[in-house]
Structure formats: C-alpha cells, structure tokens
C-alpha cells in the first residue's frame, strides 16, 4: 500500500528531515510513527500526501511513484486520503455539518447523498445529534472528532493522522485512538504520528521510531504485545 525506498528529504539549506527511510506499509495494517520533536514524522506524512517531492529515493503509493505524478494527478491522488491534524483545521463560519461537508462539496457529489454521507460519518464519531451546532462550542475531543469525520466521509483507502491526540487529555486520547482502530478493522491502512508512547504501547500495534530523519527501531505488533505483557 505504501512503500519508502531508501528515501531522503532535505530542505533548502541543507537540513536534512529523512535519511535513508525504508519501510512498508500493507493494505489494511495501522502502524504508528514515533519519534522526539523534528524527528522526521511530519515530513513523512507530507510526502505520502505529496506536498514535498523526496530528494532521492522513491515513495510508492497503490504502486505508483509519487515522483512521477503530475500536477494534475495529485487533487485525484489526495481524495483517496483522509488527513486528521492536531490543530483540526475546523471552519468556525460554519456548522459541523458543512465543515465534515467540504470534502463531498469540492468533489461536486450530489447533495442528498452527501448529506447521507455526512451524517454516516457523524454518527460513526458520535457527533450526529450535534450537526447543527457551530465547532466553537464544542470540546477539543468533539472537534477531533469532527476532523476525524471529514476525513473518512468520502471514504478514503488511506487515512493519515500527524499527532491527533496532541492536545487532548489522556481520556480523550484513548477514545479518538478508538476510533482510528474502528476503522482501520473495515480496511482502511492508517500511519499515525504520535509522541504518546504510553497510549500506542497499548494499542498492540507496529511502532516505527525515526530519530533525525532515520528509522533506527521499528517493532513488530507481536513485538508490542510482547513488551506490554511482560511489563509489570
């Protein structure tokens, strides 16, 4: 589903955000990507989204090199993908009915089925009695939530997330890190940035570690459940 070929990224400057990166991800799987601010997680995220083009090495995606892409193919490209950020993103000029909305509108869908869409994917959040509230008068874990349903309401084969529990408490943690699971159990592949190593250990599932742009430990799921069941 996705493939890192011995990929560099290095920035104006001569900053050097990925070294060398080799891993892969299968169809179906949730792998989280952790590391110490500056590590590299974002970068990667931004390459597999294709708002960064790798310096040397290739990025593979479906099977197809993200190199070779063209302008014109990337707006196709990026609709396959749901993205949750830490900040949200959300529009506050506008209900959390039209912000989970946006994706279905820029793609031109017929209005009826876009509603259906929308309120499927709020009620998978549990946000569906709250469609017509403005995100302002929501929680920090609601407004997640709502990220969470724009980015899986067209229904995407990948969904990418860069810190999404970043600002929540460790509660509210736990339950979006739910939801990630419920969806990644109907296939969608997931790759998840986080820097909560206790909440991902939990989670029993592969844990890549980048350190300055490189990957120097990568734990298998069994190898997580392993080191969680023998702690005390």
Known sequence: MIRFDQVSMQYPGGHDALRELSFELERGEL?????RSGAG?????????RMEKSSRGQ??????????????QIPGYRRRIGV????????FDRSVFDNVMLPLQIEAYDRREAARRVRA??????????????????????????????AVVNRPQIIL???????????????????????????????IASHDLALIARLRHRILTLDQG???????????????????
């Not at 997680?41 to 989204?49: D, E, H, V």
């Not at 490189?214 to 005390?232: C, K, N």
């Open 41 to 49: 997680k974002s970068t990667l995220l931004k390459l597999i989204m």
């Open 59 to 72: 990025v593979i995606v479906n099977g197809q090199n993200l190199a070779r892409m063209s302008r014109r």
């Open 31 to 35: 792998a989280f990507i952790t590391g």
């Open 121 to 150: 994917a709020l009620d998978k959040v549990g946000l569906l009695k709250k469609e017509k509230l403005n995100p302002l008068v929501l929680s920090g874990g609601e407004q997640q939530r709502v990220g969470i349903a724009r």
């Open 214 to 232: 490189r990957l120097v430990q990568e734990l298998t799921q069994e190898e997580v459940t392993a080191t969680r069941d023998v702690r005390p």
């Open 84 to 91: 949750v950020f830490q900040d949200h993103q959300l529009l």
């Open 161 to 191: 997330a860069d810190e999404p529990t970043g600002n929540l408490d460790p509660e509210l943690s736990g339950e979006i890190m739910k939801l990630f699971e419920q969806f990644n159990r109907i296939g969608v592949s997931m790759l």
